[in-house]
């Protein structure tokens, strides 16, 4: 087991060294590299605990214990600038770091002023001191491990609305390395409750050291990290495409509150916008955006975004995806001897997941079955 936490600390050390190298580095690497840093502290921590270097040097106590409190307003600033397009901490953003200063701010006459022997007596429980603070702590990374985690999956749920309102397109803008990152963060910590719940609660005695299990799943998301950076390159190359992406959603991301259009404008706006749709294709471009579409109509995107929402009843991605798989049955009876994926991208669709899925969506079947059926 030692050697896989001498694994996961170099892992550690090597994405520390990749993300801080990076020409043009956004605030997200720099959040990413400082959240794995500290799962390095932590995991180093640990290892130096069950090597006995504690005993050898009393010192080292305590020094790492309000480092979990970090892990879950790392993960919550790292989604949160990742779905944004700024690129500077705001000042509110250091408040999620208070509860870790205040454990060390605590501790501080731990660290100076207690001896290397009652330091011990402290950590066998011999010394009551700290006891009640040791609770506290503990309820505290608990609540933190969960509730970030919470936070950070509604900031990506409201992420997705925003973009299947500006994007007729998915691939490339998934956000399920995000998704990635919050299960994980989420999973150390509900590990670590049910644990309790079984182990202190329920008094159930475990056959293995029990905290493997929560450093074993750090440890995996470490290697991930390593795994998904090497193979899809996002985190370690400068890519402009997610800041574009940030920009075009905080733009068009407003409700119609503030409008000017009255009803007989958006009727009349729908009107050109289906004349234009059928007229000019423009769900023919794979990568259109609302952007695009509203600029050919001399629209904003609010604007544009209100008329489908309010005439269609569809966002942006599905109303586009709409015309693209009437256009592939379109095409299906007029080429059936042509290949469903080739017809599927002369429609306007740019992946095969994307076409199943969304033909699903709206047909109810795969679209070979679809078509079988048709054509009975």
Known sequence: MEAIFISGIFMSLFIIVLLLTKQQKAITDKILAVWVAVIGIHLLGYLLNQLGYWERYPHLIGLTAPVPLLHGPLLYLYCLYALRAENHFRRVDYLHFAPALAAYLYMSRFFFFYSAHDKLLVDSGELPDFKVFSLILLVAM????????????????????????????????????????????ALVFVTAI?????????????PFNVEYLFYAIMILFIFYIGYYGVKHEQLFINPTQNESLSETVQASSGKYRNSGMKEDDIAHTYSRLLSLMETEKPYLQPKLSLAD????????????????????????????????????????????????????????????????????????????????????
């Open 194 to 206: 049910g644990v309790l719940l079984l182990r202190d609660g329920l008094g159930i005695v475990f």
């Open 142 to 185: 608990l609540a933190s491990g969960v509730i970030y985690p919470m936070l950070a999956y509604r900031l990506s749920l409201r992420h997705k609305h925003k973009l299947l309102s500006n994007y007729s397109y998915s691939e490339g803008i998934s956000l399920q390395w995000i998704r990635n990152c919050i299960i994980a963060t």
């Open 293 to 376: 579409l509203a600029s050919s109509l001399g629209l904003s995107t609010n604007e544009l975004s209100q008329v489908i929402n309010q005439q269609a009843s569809v966002n942006f991605y599905d109303f586009v995806n709409r015309y693209r798989v009437e256009e592939f049955l379109r095409l299906a009876q007029k080429k059936n001897h042509y290949n469903l994926l080739a017809l599927a991208f002369e429609a306007g669709f740019n992946s095969k997941t994307a076409f199943n899925t969304v033909f699903k969506k709206q047909k109810g079947s795969t679209p070979s079955d679809y078509l079988r059926k048709i054509a009975v």
